[in-house]
């Protein structure tokens, strides 16, 4: 990829392979694995277990170097975290001695914001994020829904251009994950921050995605890319549209053979 055409793209990953260990006990993750993520976009990475699809946001969020290969954010060769991108887990990863209001608020105390700045922000997210009122409570004292959107509070408190999630409803029951992919979506609508989503829900991968890219098994590569042209806002009615039946085969066919 040349210059010109990296500088089009929030994230680019060039020929990324990844290996875990050494010697005999190596696994190769990642085999010369490219892909690129357009600014405002939502992404999701659809695959096997253990195909690499969390390696790719490791990577991302620079917790991880690549073996071979580069990773770029902004044109930027990154060797690192940095606050332009957040990261939302499976599970929650919330301080459990601090209450909702000191979760969300934590970034900007790193930040060194004043507290009136820090106190409307927080009030913000709560009010977005439909925890007023609960602001005061201990995560223990949440319901897993409730902590997961304490978890895209304070990853949204921070303002990073990108956020990176790693299966982040996939603990949660059915009528709680549509409600909290619904929330995400109208979220993102209105902060438009570029966003690329791990899953293995095809029906969760259609809803959320402007594109989805499906994964071999390992060692990862991109095995095809799915352009979601369902129009939006998406609610549950989606379902019933005859592109979704089409796209939910598709996708499915091409899982199988992985």
Request: glycine content about 6%; overall charge positive; hydrophobic content about 40%.
């Amino acid at each position: 990829m040349t210059l010109t055409e990296r500088s089009a793209h929030k994230i680019v990953f060039e020929s990324v392979t990844m290996v875990y260990g050494l010697g005999e006990l190596a696994v190769k993750a990642l085999d010369d694995c490219s892909l690129s993520v357009g600014a405002n976009e939502f992404l999701c990475l659809l695959g096997p277990s253990g195909c690499g699809k969390s390696t790719i946001l490791h990577l991302a969020a620079g917790f991880l170097t690549p073996s071979t290969g580069a990773v770029f954010i902004n044109k930027r060769r990154i060797y690192g975290p940095g606050t332009d991108r957040g990261i939302v887990f499976q599970k929650h990863n919330l301080f459990p001695w601090k209450r909702v209001e000191g979760n969300i608020a934590f970034g900007s105390r790193m930040q060194a914001l004043p507290e009136k700045e820090r106190r409307s922000k927080v009030n913000e997210y709560l009010d977005l994020m439909e925890l007023s009122g609960f602001e005061r409570h201990y995560p223990s004292q949440l319901s897993q829904g409730m902590q997961q959107r304490v978890s895209l509070a304070r990853a949204y408190a921070n303002e990073p251009e990108i956020l990176l999630m790693d299966e982040p409803f996939a603990s949660l029951d059915a009528q709680t994950a549509m409600r909290m992919r619904e929330l995400l979506l109208r979220i993102w609508s209105e902060r438009r921050k570029t966003i690329v989503f791990v899953t293995h829900d095809i029906d969760e991968a259609i809803h959320l995605a402007d594109r989805v890219l499906l994964m071999t098994s390992r060692p990862g590569r991109i095995k095809k890319e799915f352009l979601i042209e369902l129009s939006r806002p998406r609610s549950w009615e989606f379902y019933s549209d005859s592109r979704y039946t089409e796209l939910r085969s598709a996708m499915r066919s091409a899982l199988l053979n992985e």
